[in-house]
């Protein structure tokens, strides 16, 4: 969907290296969900952000809502192989609705 | 738990074939949904459920019908196959604080 934009589309990092994916929306974000995917497979949940300001992490990875920027950004800390995968952001930007909207993806690929 | 089981894994269809894209879920979540996937335009919402008995249209319903007649399994109906219905299909369920998503179905129409 056009309302949520991902930055970069692709990226390409060596191991142990940090990163940070951003995804814009052109609305007000009412929810932000961040997604890893493998090639070919399902979408693995990774966490939720609601409330501006609000930032969670999960082992390695960092994610942070800005409210007045209507963004997110998604930061991995030293990356791993394991890190590789296309990170899919999604959003309620109706308020309270099921209808989320998701960008386009970013890919990552981690070298060795 | 078994999460969102969808099935089949793939399937090849001919030009208006109609065919059931099955999806079920046994989390007790009142709200499901479907999604297509295709490349360069990311997940695209179908059809979505709240509850049994309440369905509502997406970005992207038309060619595709969907009924909730019990709390576990929302079926997707494609009625008259095109090739612009190639893709990869995603059934989702909301839990408290997220969605979870099925492994999905690789469809072509050829």
């Known amino acids: 969907s056009q309302e949520l934009e991902q930055s970069p589309q692709s990226l390409i990092v060596q191991e142990g290296k940090n990163l940070t994916i951003n995804c814009t929306s052109s609305k007000t974000l009412y929810g932000l969900y961040w997604y890893k995917q493998k090639y070919g497979e399902g979408l693995i949940f990774l966490m939720m952000?609601?409330?501006?300001?609000e930032e969670k992490s999960h082992e390695k990875i960092t994610a942070k809502l800005d409210e007045k920027k209507q963004q997110s950004s998604l930061h991995i800390t030293a990356s791993q192989p394991s890190h590789a995968g296309i990170y899919l952001c999604g959003a309620d930007i109706q308020g309270g609705s099921e209808k989320l909207v998701f960008g386009k993806g970013t890919k990552l690929t981690v070298n060795p | 738990n078994a999460g969102v089981t969808q099935t089949p894994k793939f399937q090849v269809l001919k030009t208006g074939q109609s065919m059931t894209l099955q999806c079920a879920q046994d989390m007790n979540h009142e709200y499901m949904s479907w999604y297509r996937q295709d490349p360069g335009m990311g997940l695209r919402l179908i059809h979505y459920?709240?509850?049994?008995?309440?369905?509502d249209q997406g970005e992207v319903p038309n060619g595709y019908n969907v009924s909730r007649s019990t709390t576990e399994d929302f079926p997707l109906r494609l009625l008259s196959a095109a090739p612009s219905q190639t893709s990869v299909y995603f059934c989702?369920?909301?839990?408290?604080?997220?969605?979870?998503f099925g492994s999905g179905t690789r469809l072509t129409v050829v």
């Open positions: 459920s709240v509850g049994a008995g309440i369905t």
């Open positions: 952000l609601q409330k501006g300001g």
């Open positions: 989702a369920s909301r839990f408290n604080y997220g969605y979870t």
